[in-house]
Every structure is written in C-alpha cells, then in structure tokens.
C-alpha cells in the first residue's frame, strides 16, 4: 500500500495549528503553575483571565485545563505531522476527527462555564478555543481533498520458469 495523498495546505495548516495551540497552552500552564504572577492579559472587568485561569473551572479532577490542553496540542501536532497525514492506517483519520471532536466539545463546556458562570472571559483561553475550532473545521473539510492510498499490484518477474 502507498501512503495517502495529502495537500500540502492541510498537513502545514494543521501542524501550524497544533503548534499555536501547543505554544499558547503552554504559556497558560506556565502560569498556572507560577501563580498567575505575570499573566498577560487585563483583570477587569468582562476580560479577566486571571478569574478564569484561577476558578473551579480551571481544573478536572485535580488536572489543570491548561495542562490538558497541552497534551491535547502535543497529541494533536503528532496527529498532524505529514507522515501521520499520509500514513496509510484507517483508523489515523478516525482517531483525529474522534480527538478533535473532544476537543470542540470541551472548548464548548469551557465556553460556557466563562459565559455563564464566571461572567468573565479570557483572552489566552479563548485564543485556544477558537485554535481548536479552527483545527476541526480543516481537517474535517480537508479530509474531503485527500485521496485514499492505492492499492499496489504484486510484483511480478517477467522471467518464469515453465514445467516444458
């Protein structure tokens, strides 16, 4: 079997998304691990990051949402990298859309725990839930131009031994 045909806007869109995210989760887990101390963004007001990051909804079950957003964004830039896009295994493009689903449905949970509960949003968070939406929306879409692997005819000899 051959590897799958991938256009080069959908392997580099979505690695460079999964970096993005990778990067800005990082920063959130940085600073939730350094105490908010020197969070980038305003603290007052609609725009407050620092109620957000430092709420009961910052964390499951004892995780931090910005530590599970960076697995998330490393699993996803893995997800993402040309060889996996072009890898011939059916199960690859399942485990994306499956992982980014998850993703979108959680930024949706945290959407409306910013919205509705803590009547606050920030703005690092949000940069990563449209980062996440965005990704869905490409590789969903872009699933659509990939062309399937082919399958390869045996090899053959030309040369072959007759029972005469």
Do not use: N
């Amino acid at each position: 079997m051959s590897g799958r045909r991938v256009p080069a806007w959908l392997s580099a869109g979505s690695l460079l998304l999964s970096i993005a995210g990778a990067g800005i989760s990082a920063y959130l887990t940085y600073e939730h691990y350094s105490g908010s101390a020197s969070l980038a963004c305003p603290d007052t007001g609609t725009v407050d990051c620092l109620k957000v990051t430092t709420s009961s909804y910052a964390a499951v079950l004892g995780v931090p949402v910005a530590l599970l957003g960076l697995l998330f964004f490393v699993a996803m830039t893995l997800l993402c990298l040309p060889q996996a896009w072009r890898a011939p295994l059916p199960w690859l493009p399942r485990l994306r859309a499956v992982a980014l689903l998850g993703g979108a449905a959680f930024v949706l949970y945290l959407v409306w725990a910013e919205l509705f509960r803590l009547d606050a949003i920030c703005l690092w968070c949000t940069a990563v839930h449209v980062d996440v939406v965005l990704l869905l929306g490409l590789v969903l879409v872009g699933e659509a131009y990939v062309e399937p692997a082919e399958e390869q005819a045996p090899v053959t000899s030309p040369l072959t031994i007759s029972d005469g």
